[in-house]
């Protein structure tokens, strides 16, 4: 079982930056690609990065390249996504989840590829 708690959510006003983190407890996340996705109201969740397991290829997806950055402390047991220059239209609550089959060295970006999701925080930008 892993168990993923992310965390550094909250409010900003549109051009400002957060950082939000993924802590696992359980596994270790070095074994595992991972992915964050986020969910808006009335929206279907979607993949907004995407990291392998070791950290050596990574996907962001086009509605947030050049602004977010994904990136792993497979020492500390943490995943991160710096996103910076937010826009209102990245409101919505953000999730960190593990894919626990994938061994080939990729990323995962597919919804259904995840295994274990955390529960989710909060990221509002204001214009």
């Known amino acids: 079982q892993v168990q993923l708690v992310e965390s550094g959510g909250g409010l900003v006003q549109a051009g400002g930056s957060l950082r939000l983190s993924c802590a696992a407890s359980g596994r270790t996340l070095s074994s595992y690609a991972m992915g964050w996705f986020r969910q808006a109201p009335g929206k279907e969740r979607e993949n907004v990065a995407a990291?392998?397991?070791?950290?050596?290829?990574?996907y962001v997806a086009d509605s947030a390249k050049g602004r977010f950055t994904i990136s792993r402390d497979n020492a500390k047991n943490t995943v991160s996504l710096q996103m910076n220059d937010l826009k209102p239209e990245d409101t919505a609550v953000y999730y960190c989840?593990?894919?626990?089959?994938?061994?080939?060295?990729?990323?995962?970006?597919?919804?259904?590829?995840?295994?274990?999701w955390g529960q989710g925080t909060q990221v509002t930008v204001s214009s």
């Open positions: 990291i392998s397991r070791f950290g050596s290829k990574a």
């Open positions: 989840a593990a894919d626990v089959t994938n061994y080939s060295g990729r990323y995962s970006v597919g919804i259904y590829d995840y295994d274990y």
